[in-house]
């Protein structure tokens, strides 16, 4: 970019370069967050092997510890409740209607397909223009 156009321009709020490092930043913060939550898997694998180990052991207390039972999360059995109980089934069960991109693409063309299509906005990233003019 030419430093008369940049002079046009001084309402920017940094340049590209401190973009760039910003972008390098997240990059590797990003990295640091999947290696944290690869080692909190990790530590909830030997806190799970340990309580396993108690429970199979019948030890549900040491001292002033113990081991408090938190109920999973219900769910309901859909073809029990079916066989179970048909008619009320019917008066509560809903039809859930779904289609993707591809789907639609079997039967409609890919510009129709596209009309009916929304998109998110676009987002944007640094990259570095090299010295014969290709991109890094």
């Known amino acids: ?3 008369a156009v940049i002079q046009t321009h001084l309402t920017l709020s940094g340049t590209l370069e401190e973009a760039l490092n910003l972008q390098d930043e997240i990059r590797q913060l990003n990295e640091n967050i999947k290696i944290i939550q690869r080692t909190i898997e990790d530590r909830q694998k030997q806190i799970d ?3 396993s180990d108690h429970l199979n052991a019948g030890v549900r207390q040491e ?4 081991l408090k039972e938190k109920p999973g999360r219900r769910t309901l059995d859909i073809k029990a409740f079916e066989s179970a109980y048909p008619e009320e089934f019917q008066k509560v069960a809903k039809v859930k209607l779904s289609a993707t991109i591809t789907d639609a ?3 409609l063309s890919g510009e129709v397909v596209d009309s009916l299509c929304t998109r998110a906005p676009s987002t944007w990233e640094i990259d570095l223009l090299l010295d014969n003019g290709g991109i890094l």
């Open 63 to 66: 001292g002033r510890l113990f």
């Open 105 to 107: 693409e079997k039967v």
């Open 1 to 3: 970019m030419s430093e």
């Open 49 to 51: 092997f340990i309580v």
